[in-house]
T-cell receptor, first 114, second 116 residues
């Protein structure tokens, strides 16, 4: 597709369950970002992939969170043993390699932990 | 440490009046600067960016921003606000001297309300 695609758009899960969120970046974009946004709040950086370099995981809030990017394209964010405080919108963005390039965002996955 | 500050949580303007949403930054090197907008229940959309050259940058929907190196600012402006401009605005910066680290540093956002 033309833009960044995220799935599912909405996810309701029970506390303690694992969830997987998927991001399909724009074709050819080597940089991929995951952010978390709580209602009406700013962006909380989670993880950043750039090409074949080791990902920057400095924003992951706990070891329950992990992310992979297979083949330099699709990325999956996994949250294990979900907690209610994990409820938020999870945003994915991608950009070209150049430092001056803007990031393009997906519509996000709204996660609700009940 | 690198940071971006948006000093106003909320800005209120009347329709037709000029608007300014403020952004200041702190990076060790020279910055690339970006503005994004988030309409209610929508994803973030790119508005404009400063890379090099003219300090006044024009972007989407009639917005513009001026890079001021001495004041380390990149305020977003529009000459005449519309009610439809009401949204959450985010400023972001990337240090062009950061080598392979292309991570964006984000401000906390400013909520703009344009009143009819």
């Amino acid at each position: 597709g033309a833009g960044v695609s995220q799935s599912p758009s909405n996810k309701v899960t029970e506390k303690g369950k694992d969830v997987e969120l998927r991001c399909d970046p724009i074709s050819g974009h080597t940089a991929l970002y995951w952010y978390r946004q709580s209602l009406g709040q700013g962006l909380e950086f989670l993880i950043y992939f750039q090409g074949n370099s080791a990902p920057d995981k400095s924003g992951l809030p706990s070891d329950r969170f992990s992310a992979e990017r297979t083949g330099g394209s699709v990325s999956t964010l996994t949250i294990q043993r979900t907690q209610q405080e994990d409820s938020a919108v999870y945003l994915c963005a991608s950009s070209l390699k150049g430092q001056g390039t803007e990031a393009f965002f997906g519509q996000g996955t709204r996660l609700t932990v009940v | 440490a690198q940071s971006v500050a948006q000093p106003e949580d909320q800005v209120n303007v009347a329709e037709g009046n000029p608007l300014t949403v403020k952004c200041t930054y702190s990076v060790s090197g020279n910055p690339y600067l970006f503005w994004y907008v988030q309409y209610p229940n929508r994803g973030l959309q790119f508005l404009l960016k400063y890379i090099t050259g003219d300090n006044l940058v024009k972007g989407s929907y009639g917005f513009e921003a001026e890079f001021n190196k001495s004041q380390t600012s990149f305020h977003l402006k529009k000459p005449s606000a519309l009610v439809s401009d009401s949204a959450l605005y985010f400023c972001a910066v990337r240090d062009r001297n950061a080598g392979n680290n292309r991570k964006l540093i984000w401000g906390l956002g400013t909520s703009l309300a344009v009143n009819p």
